[in-house]
Structure formats: structure tokens, C-alpha cells
């Protein structure tokens, strides 16, 4: 897991505790050729994986390409670091036996603190300073017009679009700051911090709703909403032209999943 960007490669104190949690027998490879960890990972395997994963038991990169698994015969566990899976659900995956398994959460924590920095961005007016300084010129207006977009979150109501795992974490976030939280779930079942594995919330400021009902009540009452749905054939365009004329006039849309799931022509009307 090299990736060729180093903030993104496995650092090495990471590959000496995966070394000590293995059995005394166990023979650690680590693959120097960096490869690529954007997006699912990468779908082909240089020749360096392929030449280590011939006798391997387990493998683990960015992404499961398919020479992985016909040429690692031994293989009984696959695990890609990457959150998505898309590029490793291949034919070849699906006729394996090999277990797989994903990096699903590693991304909780700083998709959420970008996404409340988001947020405080426009709470806290810093779009109309950047843009006075841009000019070079302090504008007092904007911030003390009967039209201000001051907002503190205590007063506000964060909707989130896909109340899993970073939905989860924003949630938190939002929760710890006094805003009230309004989550659209798939479904009432699972955990995501927020709410117990039946559906029921934990912290009385938060909402969670479902189905199509659910995403129009979010977006009337939201303040901010937060795109945070992991992209499938149900959620592409779910930001609908009719879900942008529902949200309120002067809400905030903070996309931070996949560029699908909102309707970009839909947003430059609504934008104009």
C-alpha cells in the first residue's frame, strides 16, 4: 500500500503493528512499487504484487485487482484500504471464494471535519470577508443587513443526506455544537453512533427520517444539508431539481460524496 502520494501510503509504524499482531511464522511482504489509491484503488496490479501474492495467504491494497486473485492461488483474505468498491467487485471477485473485506469508515473523521468547516465557512460569514479582501476593501454590510448570513449552529438544523458511517460522524459534530440533526437513513435499522442498531436516536436533537417523504422533510427544515450518500442507482441525482426547490432559500449544500448524486444543471439554475 505505496501509494505514489505519500500522505496516502501505509506509514511504516502501521506496517511494524500488522508485523507484530502476525504469528511468529508469518512472513510480511511489503510492496515498494507505489501504486494508486484514488478513488476504489487501482484496477491492475504491477508486477511486483503479482509476484508476492503467488505464494500469499493474504493480501492487502488499494483496490483488488483481478490478476490479483488468479494468480495468488493461496489467497484466503483480500482487503483493499479503500472505503469503495467498485473497482474490485470484478467477475473474478465474484466468483472467489477469497474473503474480502474493505476499509469502510476510514474516512469518517476528516470527511466530517471538512464538512463542518464547510459549514462554519458560510455560518460564520468567511465567503463575504475572502471576497472583501479579494477586493481589498473591509465590507461591514453583509454582516449587518436584516439579510445576514450569520448564523450560530445552536440555532440552526443540519440535514445530512446518508446518516452512515461519515453521515455519522458529521452528525456528532453537528450535535456538539448545538445544532439539531436531521439524518436520512436508507432504513431504521443499523448503528452509526447516533442511533442504536433499531433505529432509535440517541440524542434527542437528532431526527433520523426515511424514503422520500423523509429527504423532503430534511430539506425543508435544513439549514445546511450534507451530502454525505454513498452512490448507487437509488441515490444518483437524489438533489433533484424538485429536491433544490424544496430546500430553503438561504440554505447551504455541502456535497461531499460523489458528483452524481446532485443534478449540476439543476444547481446552476437554482444558483442563478
Request: hydrophobic share 40%; aromatic share 6%.
Amino acid at each position: 500500500m505505496k501509494d505514489r502520494r505519500p500522505v496516502w501510503a501505509l506509514p511504516n509504524w502501521a506496517v511494524e503493528r500488522i508485523r507484530e499482531a502476525l504469528p511468529a511464522d508469518w512472513v510480511l511482504t511489503v510492496v515498494k512499487t507505489p501504486s494508486d489509491g484514488s478513488g476504489d484503488g487501482s484496477a491492475q496490479a504491477n508486477n511486483e504484487v503479482l509476484a508476492a501474492v503467488k505464494d500469499a495467504r493474504v493480501y492487502m491494497g488499494f483496490g483488488i485487482p483481478p490478476e490479483v486473485l488468479t494468480t495468488g492461488t493461496l489467497l484466503e483474505w483480500v482487503h483493499s484500504g479503500a472505503a469503495g468498491i467498485g473497482s474490485s467487485i470484478t467477475p473474478e471477485m465474484l466468483e472467489s471464494p477469497v474473503r474480502f473485506t474493505n476499509s469502510a469508515g476510514v474516512h469518517g473523521s476528516p470527511m466530517a471535519e471538512t464538512a463542518l468547516g464547510m459549514i462554519l465557512h458560510f455560518a460564520r460569514g468567511f465567503d463575504f470577508a475572502l471576497e472583501g479582501k479579494a477586493r481589498g476593501r473591509w465590507d461591514t454590510n453583509p454582516f449587518y443587513n436584516d439579510d445576514s448570513p450569520i448564523r450560530e449552529l445552536g440555532e440552526s438544523v443540519v440535514g445530512i443526506l446518508g446518516l452512515g458511517g461519515i453521515g455519522g460522524e458529521i452528525a456528532k459534530r453537528a450535535l456538539s455544537m448545538g445544532a439539531k440533526v436531521i439524518g436520512l437513513r436508507r432504513d431504521m435499522s443499523g448503528s452509526d453512533g447516533c442511533t442504536d442498531r433499531t433505529g432509535v436516536t440517541l440524542d434527542k436533537r437528532l431526527r433520523v427520517v426515511t424514503g422520500e417523504d423523509g429527504l423532503y422533510e430534511l430539506l425543508g427544515e435544513s439549514h445546511y444539508v450534507v451530502v454525505s450518500a454513498a452512490l448507487t442507482s437509488a441515490t444518483r441525482g437524489i438533489v433533484s431539481r424538485g429536491a433544490l426547490e424544496a430546500m430553503k432559500p438561504d440554505a447551504v449544500l455541502v456535497n461531499i460524496s460523489r458528483g452524481a448524486l446532485v443534478d449540476e444543471e439543476a444547481l446552476v439554475d437554482a444558483l442563478r
